[in-house]
């Protein structure tokens, strides 16, 4: 067949597309382009999640032991523990339903040709054999062929290679990849499963493990940890208790349980998991899209926001402000003929991007006055204008006037400083070389301040937040409307397109808050150098320009309103297309990953004591002091419900530092303290056999210093925290009273409540020596380690 006939037969496809009968056998055939993977876990998923773990086979068979010696009694810590399963599962569903109602909102959509006409659909509903519409901004869906039309392809995401390609009739289109300019009708080769990047996602999903934050890593090495010490030291206490003591095999099982309970964190993974599931939802009634879990961290960590001028500062929206006829060479157009070309250029480059949109309202549109190009050169960001050659044999440009008359006199500098955007219209001998360029007018275009941009970017000035303002448009622009958006530093801009050099962009990445005429891939090189400088680097972006940046900052944020592609790799999707949404977002991620920290202390001070006494008893020949159902108690009271109304308190202070350290840190002195009071009861019954009640008072002993750390953790005092205070001490003063059986607490009378009461009021004080003590050492230690890392 004729090439001339091929293309005929596939231009009338390009019209066509398929017929409704044609989509519905394709997918009952199963070739609809359905993901290979879903956005969130599936309800088995989460239930096998919160079910299936290392620790809860752990639990059962401690239980099991447990149940064959006949201290069923002892069995006090298995409610919690399906409590806790129970709290996960609802939570996270809870979670999922919120994020898949969000996820359904702004799910991508395409533009297919169905029937003879252009309809909108659903990405996931595009079946094999469909003709869609490519335009800027729009991430390409599936594999492709391009019928008719031209488009830029950008296809850094699935190859890493930044270059803009020209994709004409038969070029292939990846999935993955996406449109920074023109208009193409193009049919979809492969899709679902089949497609580039479907293929390259499950092969990435086979190969890589999942990214986490960094204190999901600690917990994770914490939790492993744990999880690879139970087994030798409960093999061994056991033998130490049972051969070497000659305790009896109930008593043996009962204390060894007792302390492999206790080095269990059975609530901390769980208090994570539903804090962050909560955040979600949180923020989803914020209007905020979460797409990764671990983005909530890295908000409380951010120290350096760096945002786009379009979009974020201002308005997406654009609005003409006037058009300027020049005179250059004694050529001179009316505004009539002015009007006329910038219409004809608005129908033949068919950009669907804000400026377009704003010029085409501005000059009233109409495609049966316009003149057709014979050839077009769609915009780009590194030539920074876009063309179209008539059949007249004249060529017009439309861009930035600095890249348009490259070294000569630029008429824009007076309106730039106004913070308007200023584009050029040229006409050119040839629109790749430009050679012969007489520019013909400016046209001025303007955004609105968003209503709240100055108090949201005080609000990060006062946070310890600093903002870069990095942007495509003229720096001197860019630089007026930070300052009237009251951003600091905004009046120290540079241009980036005179950083030739690697090094030269690098260091002006620290010494300037403002930069103008930034390349997409200068964006991206930017905010790895704030990275690479140590910063916590957060992008706000809602153009393809963006992209690149987005997906190398530490946190993206995009604009629902904004391009597809940026939505779609962004971490956070505001859906309500509010910048100042942000102060509240960050706030969320700073509450919940400082509440997270604040809990975490409590259940390490019981891990820690029970790690260390647990090796002390097969040191020193001695018993564990404890048993499960008193250590429950402790466990119930001091630890479960206190950080689980901490986790929700507010709390906006800028996370620093390594999140195990420092839960750690503030772990170790009630840890210490639980330690050496214990261990003055185990003497102490050592030396008095009459001492019958150790264990009693070692169990209080426990809660009461359990109940010291609260005290420590909640300061400064709210109401709510008094409350909380009051409210433990008086639950455990219930249940020592009242309910002393169940948890196998004996009646203590003379020296044995004189032993208990001395050591009670020791705790508190232990704790704030043990405190001051690891503070000075921490002082020195980092003390040193400044010295020596600067010699």
């Not at 639990?59 to 010696?69: E, G, R, T």
């Not at 003879?116 to 469909?130: P, R, T, W």
């Not at 744990?226 to 204390?255: C, D, K, R």
């Not at 050679?435 to 301040?449: C, F, G, Q, R, Y």
Request: net charge negative.
């Amino acid at each position: 067949m004729p090439n001339n006939a091929i293309a005929e037969i596939e231009n009338d496809a390009a019209v066509r597309g398929l017929s409704s009968s044609q989509v519905a056998e394709r997918v009952a055939a199963g070739l609809s382009n359905v993901p290979v993977e879903t956005p969130t876990k599936t309800v088995g998923q989460i239930i096998a999640g919160n079910v299936c773990t290392y620790f809860n086979l752990v639990f059962a068979l401690l239980a099991l032991s447990v149940v064959l010696v006949g201290q069923w009694q002892q069995l006090m810590f298995m409610p919690v523990v399906f409590i806790n399963a129970g709290i996960g599962i609802f939570q996270e569903l809870r979670a999922k339903r919120t994020l898949d109602k969000l996820t359904l909102l702004s799910a991508p959509r395409a533009s297919a040709i169905r029937d003879g006409m252009e309809i909108e659909v659903a990405v996931s509903d595009l079946v094999l054999g469909d003709v869609v519409v490519l335009r800027g901004g729009r991430q390409i869906c599936a594999d492709a062929i391009v019928l008719d039309g031209e488009v830029l392809v950008n296809e850094s995401l699935i190859t890493g290679e930044p270059d803009e390609i020209l994709k004409s009739a038969g070029a292939e289109l990846l999935s993955g990849s996406y449109v920074v300019s023109g208009e193409c009708h193009a049919r979809l080769e492969r899709v679902g499963a089949d497609s580039f990047a479907s293929r390259l996602t499950l092969e990435v999903k086979a190969s890589r493990k999942p990214v986490r934050s960094e204190m999901m890593r600690s917990l994770s090495r914490l939790v492993l940890v744990i999880g690879i010490l139970l087994v030798p030291i409960g093999a061994g206490m056991f033998y130490n208790q049972y051969v070497n003591l000659g305790m009896e095999l109930v008593e043996t099982v009962s204390h060894t349980v007792a302390a492999l309970v206790g080095m269990i964190p059975e609530g901390l993974y769980l208090l994570t998991s539903i804090a962050l599931a909560m955040s979600v939802i949180r923020l989803a009634k914020k209007k905020t899209l979460v797409h990764e879990l671990g983005c909530i961290e890295t908000l409380a960590r951010v120290n350096m926001l760096c945002v786009d001028k379009t979009g974020t500062i201002t308005e997406p929206e654009m609005q003409v402000e006037a058009i300027i006829p020049l005179e250059d060479e004694g050529l001179r157009l009316s505004e009539d003929r002015i009007a006329d070309i910038l219409r004809d250029h608005c129908f033949n480059l068919g950009d669907e991007n804000e400026t377009m949109k704003a010029i085409r309202k501005h000059v009233t549109l109409q495609m049966s006055r316009c003149s057709r190009a014979t050839h077009t050169l769609p915009f780009n960001s590194k030539n920074k204008f876009s063309a179209a050659l008539y059949e007249d044999g004249s060529c017009y440009l439309l861009g930035a006037p600095e890249f348009i008359v490259r070294g000569r006199y630029n008429p824009a500098g007076e309106y730039a400083e106004q913070g308007l955007r200023v584009l050029m219209l040229a006409v050119a001998a040839d629109m790749r070389t430009l050679d012969e360029v007489t520019p013909i007018a400016l046209v001025t275009l303007s955004n609105k301040l968003r209503p709240h941009a100055a108090e949201t970017f005080k609000y990060f000035a006062e946070q310890g937040v600093a903002i870069k303002v990095i942007s495509g448009d003229n720096p001197e622009t860019v630089s007026c409307i930070a300052r009237k958006a009251g951003i600091e530093g905004a009046e120290k801009w540079v241009d980036a397109s005179e950083l030739t050099t690697a090094d030269e962009l690098t260091a002006a990445a620290t010494e300037y808050n403002v930069f103008g005429r930034v390349t997409p891939q200068q964006k991206r090189e930017l905010i790895l150098a704030l990275k690479a400088a140590g910063n916590t680097v957060a992008m706000t972006g809602d153009g393809v320009n963006d992209v690149l940046a987005l997906k190398v900052a530490d946190c993206s944020v995009a604009m629902a309103s904004g391009s597809e592609v940026a939505a779609q790799i962004s971490h956070l999707v505001l859906l309500n297309n509010d910048f100042a949404s942000m102060p509240g977002i960050v706030a969320e991620g700073r509450r919940v990953i400082n509440n997270i920290g604040r809990s975490a202390a409590l259940f390490l001070v019981k891990n820690i004591f029970s790690f260390v006494f647990a090796l002390l008893t097969m040191i020193a020949g001695i018993a564990y002091p404890v048993l499960p159902n008193q250590l429950s108690l402790v466990s119930m009271l001091t630890i479960g419900v206190p950080s689980f109304i901490l986790a929700l308190e507010p709390n906006v202070s800028i996370v620093k530092g390594h999140f195990l350290r420092g839960v750690l840190f503030r772990a170790t002195p009630g840890a210490i303290t639980n330690i050496l009071l214990t261990l003055a009861v185990v003497l102490y019954a050592g030396m008095f056999k009459e001492f019958e009640n150790s264990s009693t008072v070692c169990a209080i002993l426990l809660a009461v210093t359990g109940l010291a750390v609260i005290f420590r953790v909640c300061r400064p005092f709210t109401l709510l925290r008094k409350l909380l205070c009051i409210g433990v001490a008086g639950l455990l003063l219930t249940a020592v009273l009242l309910f002393s059986p169940l948890f196998s607490l004996e009646l203590i009378t003379g020296a044995d409540t004189l032993i208990l009461c001395t050591l009670g009021l020791l705790s508190y004080p232990l704790i704030v020596a043990i405190t001051r003590v690891m503070d000075k050492l921490l002082h020195i230690y980092d003390k040193g380690i400044h010295i020596w890392f600067h010699k």
